[in-house]
């Protein structure tokens, strides 16, 4: 294998691979075919991870092989991988073995926790992450090369890291970046002209960067246009955002999940309630609170086409609401992190599912975007953006914060309020929904 060879072929090999990818949602006459498909790869990924050295103990410790590995549910058998766990097998894999892996792509994420993480994709990997992508705008409608895209400044919409290649310079001619990133924060207005001027098919960037346009628009009274498709990234959908983009921005919202670390996993198309879950690509599996299987519970992600460096059960510490179909998983729900809490002093917390619960059936509040912050054990410092055409007084929406959110927190914290004209990012680019600043 020549990883060098690879890294060149890397745009063919992502459209060999976007041709065997599912385009479309499942009927039910294609479930026994995916699962068959998706039976097979997570069985021969075990094989694959076999013959890692930091797999091989997982194996022994479990005292499994990989004849025991032949399904989706098959995984539950196999310890999760922590975001901690996969962080130091990476550095110990960039620092041991440069030489072996100066092929390879090195994607970071922005370390929200504080502390970033490098995932290693080999070419291959990489291509098939960008396939997949690709996969999850067709299913939506879009075709690449005919239709315009416009995006935030990143390396998902090429194979090569963001740096283009000659063929792909004539091939992505209908890709255009935004002029906002993470370090060079462009105003509102000059981002609405941009995606007026260009009008593309679909778009997508961080959802807050969507909000605060979207926002913007409406304050000014100004013309915004509505992509056939766009979608807001990196950050999970509340639902106070997705009004205020479906408003603005028409119904053309697709809601992407997924991470860094294992690509897009599950997409829930514009009009439809649940999200589909890209069988062929991964599976989802479900654990409660005891670590048992579940439909209802933390999330735990394996990408079945990383097999150089394989990313098996990992977790991903959001909490989903699911069922089961034809041996196939289905979302209805994503209910948030799990690390995104309120502590309270007697070691319990209030998770923001609680909270989105309660912030969901609040829209009659005129709130276009929340963020709760813990200072203490007894009080919230809440930020608030008012929706422009608002006819509520601030005080009125505070008071009436104040008595919906006090008996979810257990009558244990004071509010305090600050009304803003957007909320800004972290400076990873990302808005977390819940702070806490209490260890």
Not at 26 to 42: G, T, Y
Not at 51 to 79: C, G, H, Q, S, V
Not at 296 to 313: C, E, H, Q, R
Request: charge should be neutral; glycine fraction near 6%; proline fraction near 5%.
């Amino acid at each position: 294998m020549s990883y060098a060879t690879d890294k060149k072929m890397e745009n063919l090999l992502m459209m060999q691979m976007l041709t065997g990818l599912e385009k479309k949602p499942p009927k039910a006459k294609d479930f026994k075919r995916i699962k068959e498909k998706q039976d097979r790869l997570v069985h021969e990924l075990m094989v694959r991870a076999y013959d890692i050295p930091f797999y091989r103990k997982r194996f022994e410790a479990t005292n499994t092989t990989p004849a025991d590995y032949n399904t989706a549910a098959d995984l539950y058998k196999f310890p999760i991988l922590t975001k901690e766990e996969l962080r130091d097998w990476m550095d110990e894999e960039l620092e041991g073995n440069a030489e072996k892996y100066k092929d390879w792509h090195v994607n970071p994420t922005s370390g929200s926790t504080g502390i970033p993480l490098r995932t290693l994709f080999s070419p291959r990997e990489n291509a098939a992450v960008h396939a997949n992508w690709l996969r999850v705008l067709m299913m939506g409608g879009f075709v690449p090369g005919v239709h315009k895209n416009l995006h935030r400044p990143n390396s998902l919409h090429t194979t090569t890291g963001g740096k283009k290649s000659l063929t792909q310079k004539l091939i992505d001619t209908r890709w255009k970046e935004m002029s906002d990133s993470i370090k060079n924060r462009i105003p509102s207005e000059q981002l609405l002209k941009e995606i007026n001027d260009y009008q593309p098919y679909f778009l997508y960037t961080h959802k807050n960067v969507l909000v605060r346009v979207a926002k913007y628009a409406k304050e000014h009274n100004l013309p915004l246009w509505q992509p056939k498709l766009y979608a807001p990234i990196s950050e999970m959908l509340d639902h106070q955002s997705e009004q205020l983009l479906l408003e603005m921005f028409g119904p053309g919202l697709l809601n992407a999940y997924g991470l860094s670390e294992v690509g897009s996993c599950a997409t829930r198309l514009p009009g439809s309630k649940e999200f589909v879950v890209n069988n062929d690509t991964h599976v989802i599996n479900i654990y409660d609170d005891d670590g048992k299987p579940a439909d209802s519970g933390m999330a735990v992600v394996t990408p079945l086409f990383k097999t150089d460096l394989p990313i098996i059960n990992y977790t991903t510490r959001d909490r989903m609401v699911t069922y089961q179909k034809g041996g196939l998983r289905f979302i209805t729900s994503l209910l948030g992190r799990m690390n995104d809490v309120i502590h309270h002093k007697d070691g319990s917390v209030t998770e923001w599912g609680n909270i989105e619960i309660v912030v969901n059936y609040s829209t009659n509040l005129d709130i276009v975007q929340s963020r709760f912050i813990q200072e203490s054990y007894d009080l919230i410092h809440i930020q608030l953006v008012k929706d422009p055409a608002s006819q509520l007084t601030n005080e009125e929406i505070e008071a009436c914060y104040t008595e919906k959110f006090a008996p979810v927190l257990n009558n244990e914290f004071r509010f305090e309020y600050e009304w803003m004209d957007e909320i800004p990012a972290d400076p990873n680019g990302k808005l977390r929904m819940i702070v806490s600043k209490v260890k």
